[in-house]
């Protein structure tokens, strides 16, 4: 199984720019979602799924836009692309039931916004 | 709104030797989930434990168990018997439910780095 597959693994954008992270799972997880990760602070939850065709905000939702078109692929999109919004991003995603927040990461995607 | 302290940046343990990581919450959920998650040098984000607001008992997984004192409001991790590998970031989380869309949406501290000393 290849769990959670994030692309790409690094990516540099000019502000202004467009830009979609691509996040798949195989694993059939109802649940999927997206996090950011600045330096010495912890996750913080952009966007959430919690099935095809349902999508809600988190924390930090500004920004960014998600859609949930099948099971398998939770993509977040940058609208238009800000220096604050150099980050890491994990996508993540868990099955219903399985004792709620026990999530599956991505290995990340490293943003850098000139 | 919930909230996750973690009050050590920084932790040294010798190999072998056990060690706790503190972490102290805030919430007005009546129910909720503690977790903590590994982050090693390469990056990715691993589940190690979970403790639900309800559960009786701390619970354990191998070497790692969450020392949970709900009055307290803290959800302390032990590891015992340090290995090299458990050198990482650990981060404690919260849940703003037991169960339900809210059982998966984490709240985050800023981590413990904690290094192990051969």
């Known amino acids: ?114 | 709104a919930q909230k996750i302290t973690q009050t050590q940046p920084g932790m040294f343990v010798q190999e072998k030797e056990a060690v706790t990581l503190d972490c102290t919450y805030d919430t007005s959920d009546p129910s909720y989930g503690l977790f903590w998650y590994k982050q090693p040098s390469s990056g990715e984000m691993i589940f190690l434990i979970y403790q639900g607001s309800y559960d009786q008992q701390n619970a354990t997984e191998g070497r790692y168990s969450l020392n949970f004192q709900k009055a307290r409001k803290s959800a302390n991790l032990v590891i015992s018997a340090s290995q090299l590998g458990d050198s990482a970031m650990y981060f404690c989380a919260m849940s703003s439910a037991y169960s339900g869309a809210g059982s998966y949406q984490l709240t985050f501290g800023k981590g413990t780095k904690l290094s192990v000393i051969p």
């Not at chain 1, 959670?4 to 649940?31: I, R, W």
């Not at chain 1, 950011?36 to 919690?50: A, E, F, K, W």
């Not at chain 1, 939702?61 to 919004?85: K, M, W």
Request: net charge positive; proline share 4%; with cysteine.
């Open chain 1, 1 to 114: 199984n290849a769990g959670v597959t994030q692309t790409p693994k690094f990516q540099v954008l000019k502000t202004g720019q467009s830009m979609t992270l691509q996040c798949a799972q195989d694993m059939n997880h109802e649940y999927m979602s997206w996090y950011r990760q600045d330096p010495g602070m912890g996750l913080r939850l952009i966007h959430y799924s919690v099935g095809a065709g349902i999508t809600d905000q988190g924390e930090v939702p500004n920004g960014y836009n998600v859609s949930r078109s099948t099971t398998e692929d939770f993509p977040l999109r940058l609208l238009s692309a800000a220096p604050s919004q150099t980050s890491v991003y994990f996508c993540a995603s868990t099955k219903r039931g399985t004792g709620g927040g026990k999530l599956f990461f991505g290995s990340g995607t490293q943003l850098s916004v000139l």
